[in-house]
Each structure stands twice: as structure tokens, then as C-alpha cells.
């Protein structure tokens, strides 16, 4: 059993002071003000540091050249360990659109990462997220054209039977025929539904949430453009407050005003930090690929061959550094963007709660992760 105190403690409801966190066989035993606590011995003390949970990243590619669409189980277990150490202790492998065939081997392959259980000092795999291939062809961004496929319940089911019901989240164009359908079965699989790459109108984005959708994918990019008189999924998006919406936070996505407009338009509760991360992430500027579609790194940018912007190569513990740059918004806030927020919205266990896995971030005064705690053991 061992005893770790810290200046405070940001959970979803709040800032905890001088909490004292008792850890027992890497899982939080209690959680107490040290006021409350008499404390005999403290193991670790971090008397200028907050906590927060560790971060879940919903929207993640690969890593250090480690794509999930092609890694091996060995490879999702570097991943996983890359994850830990830029403090994920969550995250969903996410497919991009690729030969049906490529797709169903990929689901399978991931199926088997998360049945084998977690990774002794990685992150763990909480189930998949399917971006692709029910996306549209006008906002398909990297997605490659010739792979993109009309959404049905019965396409939806092979995937679903290939990742053996792991699948938690799926990117969908709701203007899609056969979407809302799609979207309805994906529901009553438990699929948390999610509209994106999609030229929606308002009324289809509409009937995209009336049929269950309850969150957008990397919100702003590969949406249609707000417009006043036609305000599009992005309207319908920033204005309803039941649903959540993500955002890549790596500076080269979204411009900084734009991001202080998503977190005023969806407030604390419904915005939900991810990265988009690619295989490229943490590799040096030079051509890699994602998926099967060609991208070019120079500094934080990622291009495609076409001139279109892929995803990120920055990990979501950098997301949320940019994002406290950009709003001035209290740490507290952030966890909750890239913890609480995407757990929720999958309705995945609360953390930081008695019997939980003790897995932290370590932050100092000035916003700075200093460290991470997995399973009760400094990284």
C-alpha cells in the first residue's frame, strides 16, 4: 500500500486541496483531504503539483511509425507504451478508410490487442473507433475515394463481427444514404455514433442526431463551412448542447480564436479534446504513410501528395498544453476536455473514483506535465 499527496487534485467536479490518495495493488483505495487523513507516511509528495486523470484519446492513428491499421500486436503494445508515456492511459485505435478487406484484418488484429488484456506499462486499448468508410466524398479529407462505401447495417455488421464487438465509436456522414439507418443499428450495438466528414445540411445533420448521433468529429475540419443562411452540420454542431464535439488542438487545424469559439459554444461539459494522430508522430520531417495514402512531414505539418491537411503528430498531453495556451482556461478544464469529457460521452467507468486504476498526470504551477502515474507506478 503506499501514500501519495499532492497540492491538489482536478477531478470532474472540481479542484480537491492537499489531497492524500491511497494506492493499494495499483488501484485508488481512498481519496481524502489530508486534513482528514492521519497520514504516518506519504511514498510520493508533490507539494507543487495537480493532479488529473490520465488522458483518454478517442481519435488516434499511431505513432513513432506505428500505424494500427497494419501493426502487429507487438506494434499496438509499442503503441500502447508510447501512449502511457505522453500520459494516455486510454485510447481508441482508429481505422482509416482502406480496402474493406485491409479493414476487417485490421479490426481483427486490434480485436486481439484488447482481448489479450493491458499492457503491463501501456496504455489500454478501451475499444475502437471505425472513421471510415461511411464518409463523404466531398469532405473525405486523406480518406482515399476509391475505398469510401455507401453505409448500411449490414456492412456495419461484418465490421462489427470482425472486431468482435469492440467497436465503441463510429465517424459517419448522416447525408449519407442509408446513414440514418446505419446510425440506428450502430446504436443498438452500443456505438456511440459521431458526425463527420460530411457536407451535411441542417436538416441532415439533424436527422443524423434524431437517429442517435451524439457527438462530431474533429470539428471545423472536413465539415461544411458555417454559413448564416445554411449553417450546416457546423451550425447545428456548435449551437446544440447535448452534443459533444471534438477538436484537434495542434495549431496547424484549428486557429486559436476559433478554438476559444468551440469551448464558449460547447462549454466545459460537451467539448472533447482528441489528436488525430498519425503513424508519423514523433518520426523526422520525411514521407510516410497513413494507412495506404501518402503524407509529408515538415515540422507540425502533415500533407498529402494532393495538398490536403491529414491529421496531427502531436500526442493528446501536448493537445491539451496548446490548448491552455490558446484559452487561458484553468488545468482543471482541460482534464476535463481530454479525460472525463470523451470517457463519458463513450460511457466508459469514471476515474479518479475509489477502485479505479491509480493513473495520474502530474502538472506543475505553471501548466507544465511534469510526469505520469500508471497503475500506481511513476513513468
Request: proline letters at 5%; hydrophobic letters at 45%; a negative charge.
Amino acid at each position: 500500500m503506499k501514500r501519495l499527496a499532492a497540492k491538489a487534485l482536478a477531478t470532474s467536479s472540481g479542484v480537491m486541496q492537499d489531497p492524500v490518495i491511497t494506492i493499494d495493488d495499483g488501484r485508488i483505495a481512498r481519496i481524502a483531504n489530508r486534513d482528514e487523513e492521519t497520514v504516518d507516511r506519504v511514498d510520493y509528495e508533490f507539494s507543487d503539483c495537480t493532479l488529473t486523470a490520465g488522458f483518454l484519446d478517442i481519435h488516434f492513428h499511431g505513432i513513432a511509425g506505428h500505424d494500427v491499421m497494419n501493426a502487429p500486436v507487438e506494434g499496438l503494445g509499442e503503441v500502447a507504451r508510447h501512449l502511457a508515456r505522453a500520459g494516455i492511459n486510454r485510447f481508441l485505435p482508429t481505422t482509416v478508410t482502406a480496402a474493406l478487406d485491409d479493414t476487417l484484418i485490421a479490426l481483427e488484429n486490434m480485436a486481439t490487442f484488447i482481448e489479450a488484456g493491458t499492457v503491463d506499462d501501456g496504455a489500454q486499448a478501451a475499444g475502437i473507433h471505425i472513421e471510415g468508410p461511411f464518409l463523404s466524398h466531398g469532405k473525405r479529407g486523406m480518406h482515399p475515394a476509391e475505398f469510401l462505401l455507401p453505409p448500411s447495417p449490414e456492412l456495419l455488421k461484418r465490421l462489427w463481427e470482425a472486431s468482435r464487438g469492440n467497436i465503441r465509436l463510429m465517424t459517419i456522414a448522416p447525408e449519407l444514404p442509408g446513414a440514418l439507418e446505419t446510425i440506428r443499428y450502430a446504436v443498438s450495438l452500443g456505438i456511440r455514433c459521431s458526425v463527420g466528414h460530411s457536407m451535411a445540411t441542417r436538416s441532415e445533420t439533424l436527422a443524423g442526431i434524431e437517429a442517435g448521433a451524439v457527438s462530431a468529429t474533429h470539428t471545423f475540419n472536413a465539415m461544411r463551412p458555417l454559413d448564416h443562411r445554411e449553417p450546416g452540420i457546423l451550425g447545428v454542431v456548435l449551437d446544440r448542447d447535448d452534443l459533444y464535439a471534438e477538436l484537434i488542438c495542434d495549431g496547424m487545424h484549428v486557429a486559436p480564436e476559433m478554438v476559444r469559439l468551440w469551448l464558449k459554444a460547447k462549454g466545459p461539459e460537451r467539448a472533447i479534446l482528441i489528436t488525430d494522430c498519425l503513424a508519423a508522430a514523433g518520426m523526422p520531417d520525411g514521407t510516410y504513410k497513413a494507412g495506404g495514402t501518402v503524407v509529408r512531414i515538415k515540422g507540425l505539418a502533415c500533407i498529402t501528395d494532393e495538398g490536403t491537411l491529414a491529421g496531427s503528430i502531436i500526442t493528446l498531453d501536448r493537445a491539451v498544453e496548446n490548448f491552455l495556451q490558446m484559452t487561458g482556461a484553468p488545468l482543471a478544464v482541460a482534464a476535463r476536455l481530454a479525460a472525463s469529457n470523451p470517457a463519458r460521452m463513450l460511457g466508459l467507468p469514471e476515474e479518479l473514483v475509489q477502485g479505479a486504476w491509480a493513473d495520474f498526470n502530474l502538472y506543475g504551477p505553471h501548466g507544465e506535465r511534469r510526469g505520469t502515474m500508471l497503475r500506481g507506478v511513476l513513468l
